[in-house]
């Protein structure tokens, strides 16, 4: 179609040869002339439509290839496969990448702010180019760093696919934080995770100095196996995690007997069609006077425990146990015949016998917390030597195997066997698993000596994992995200090891180096293979034969 070049709905512009490029033939450096020029061409832009008119040139030379060519190397408006210009692509990326904006929402702002008549679809396609493109240019931009660094401190770990598939496996460079590789395993033994970190140092032509994992057997049979000569550093985050998982069980089977005791009070057991006299104001509903004390029982209730730093069931029972006496003491101050003492009374000797009855569960969560606070404020202490930490955390574990010892006469530490968190593990239970799990992770606790960085942790790369998460729960509107983490998170996860300048860079200039259409066939290929297996997935229903296994197991056999 051809556009008129004078209109009130654009503004036509003509692409001529660039001024800054001498007018000769790319091959034989003989003159190029004018051939024809093109219909037009509408590109919406933030700016405004504009009628692109593109005059084509070719080389004058009869035995030249580009004689029966047209070119122009006149940069365009638009960005390759749309009708929209570059401006309007940059700004797409810069808001679903930097802003974590949804496309619908970017929708929005397209066309309040800049009246730009665009489709949801559109925005998503552009949203899907950003994407490949961006997190290929960060690839090629880790190669460069990585080259010159000549040494990678490799952290490695598996995402929890969240839906029947391959897991998503991270490899990072705690040294420049940049991502070196992700890979979609359906099975990650210690011989493939070996033929992963194999490639890497092919790719990336480096040594390694030093490996940071969770304590996972796979990976740990891969280090040992492979490069038992590379120092290998456990999580220190995890270990204790594993300790932490024990005494919140514990500390939660508390919160349960104490949420069980406010429950079954009088405040909380009221109905609002059973009012009860009060001296002075006559009969009122119990909820209704006592509406202060129920709020205040339910904040209590409430508490949430803060990883490695409170517990709840703790909190709960201090803060009831300074209720109780608070109650007893304004008591004192009430008649004794009055309604409101003889409740307060009552509830309150109720409480203190509750407690009373939980105190050594209490003491047993408060006493093990406080020897967890020691282990972790011993392992992360700032301006002491490795040495002298391992140091003082070994005699730590002596003192806890000390204190079994004089419990328990019969405690044998070689007999100490895992098992998972539970709430009705016992003090010494919990104290003889710390104690396992110590004398399991030692070795590899304290390897951070020999790295470049003392980095105790792969902390960075759980929180890529919880980053990438956050942003498809936030673009999805739910929690069954992993699909999204099948199909993008390898890309996501490019975009939190990189620089903001990278995020923000042009797109253009990166999809013109980049073979972009490749890259994003590549995408929907991949894309459209896992759908597919979605589809055809067949749903298998067996509440029949598991409830004829778990009642008629004899009979079936």
């Known amino acids: 179609m051809k556009y008129h070049a004078q209109s009130g709905d654009y503004c036509t512009v003509y692409l001529k040869w660039p001024q800054n490029l001498p007018k000769e033939c790319p091959v034989c450096q003989e003159k190029v002339i004018k051939k024809y020029a093109d219909n037009g061409k509408i590109v919406h832009s933030l700016a405004g439509d504009i009628n692109q008119i593109t005059i084509y040139y070719h080389c004058i030379n009869p035995n030249c290839k580009m004689h029966d060519i047209v070119f122009n190397p006149q940069s365009r408006f638009e960005f390759e496969g749309f009708y929209y210009g570059k401006d309007v692509v940059q700004k797409v990326a810069f808001y679903a990448l930097k802003k974590h904006f949804k496309a619908a929402y970017i929708l929005d702002v397209l066309q309040t702010e800049y009246k730009l008549k665009i489709s949801e679809s559109t925005i998503r396609r552009m949203i899907n180019v950003v994407t490949v493109v ?151 509903a119990p909820k209704t006077v006592f509406s202060p004390i129920i709020a205040d029982l339910k904040k209590m209730k409430r508490f949430r425990n803060k990883k490695f730093e409170q517990l709840r069931g703790i909190k709960f029972f201090e803060h009831l146990d300074d209720y109780t006496a608070q109650m007893f003491e304004i008591m004192s101050q009430v008649p004794q015949n009055y309604r409101i003492h003889k409740i307060y009374r009552r509830e309150g000797e109720k409480w203190t016998e509750s407690l009373s009855s939980l105190y050594s569960l209490y003491s047993d969560c408060n006493e093990l917390f406080e020897i967890f606070k020691e282990i972790y404020s011993g392992y992360f202490a700032k301006n002491v030597s490795s040495s002298e930490i ?20 019969n405690f044998v530490k070689t007999n100490l066997r895992a098992y998972l968190p539970r709430s009705s593990s ?102 459209k293979v896992l759908s597919e297996n979605w589809l055809k997935k067949t749903l298998k229903f067996l509440g029949i034969s598991k409830v004829q296994a778990q009642f008629y197991e004899k009979r079936l056999t």
Not at 142 to 155: A, P, R
Not at 390 to 409: C, G, I, R
Not at 446 to 475: D, M, V, W
């Open 134 to 284: 961006k997190s290929e240019a960060i690839d090629q931009k880790t190669l460069e760093i990585i080259k010159k660094q000549k040494v990678i401190l490799m952290g490695l770990d598996g995402e929890d696919p969240l839906v029947e598939g391959p897991g998503l496996w991270l490899f990072v460079d705690l040294i420049s934080n940049r991502l070196l590789s992700t890979v979609y395993l359906e099975s990650a033994t210690a011989d493939i995770l070996h033929d992963e970190i194999e490639k890497i140092i092919s790719l990336y032509s480096v040594k390694i100095s030093g490996f940071i994992s969770d304590k996972q057997n796979n990976i740990t049979s891969c280090i040992s196996k492979y490069y038992p000569k590379i120092p290998h550093q456990y999580c220190g985050y995890h270990f204790m995690n594993n300790i932490w998982n024990h005494l919140e069980l514990l500390d939660g089977k508390l919160h349960k007997r104490l949420s069980q005791v406010i429950q079954n009070s009088y405040f909380l057991n009221t109905g609002p069609n059973s009012p009860i006299y009060i001296e002075e104001h006559g009969k009122i």
């Open 390 to 409: 391992e140091d003082n955390m070994a005699t730590l574990f002596v003192n806890l195997e000390q204190k079994l010892l004089e419990t328990d006469q």
């Open 426 to 527: 016992t003090y010494l239970e919990i104290m003889g698993e710390w104690l396992r799990l110590w004398e399991s992770y030692r070795n590899g606790l304290f390897s951070y000596r020999k790295f470049e960085k003392p980095i105790l942790t792969n902390n960075t790369l759980e929180q890529a994992f919880g980053r990438q998460k956050s942003h498809f729960y936030s673009r999805s509107a739910k929690k069954q995200v992993g699909r999204l983490i099948l199909t993008e998170g390898d890309y996501h996860l490019r975009f939190v090891f990189c620089r903001d300048e990278e995020l923000e860079s042009d797109i253009w200039e990166e999809a013109s180096n980049l073979n972009w259409r490749l890259l994003k066939s590549m995408h929907d290929g991949r894309k």
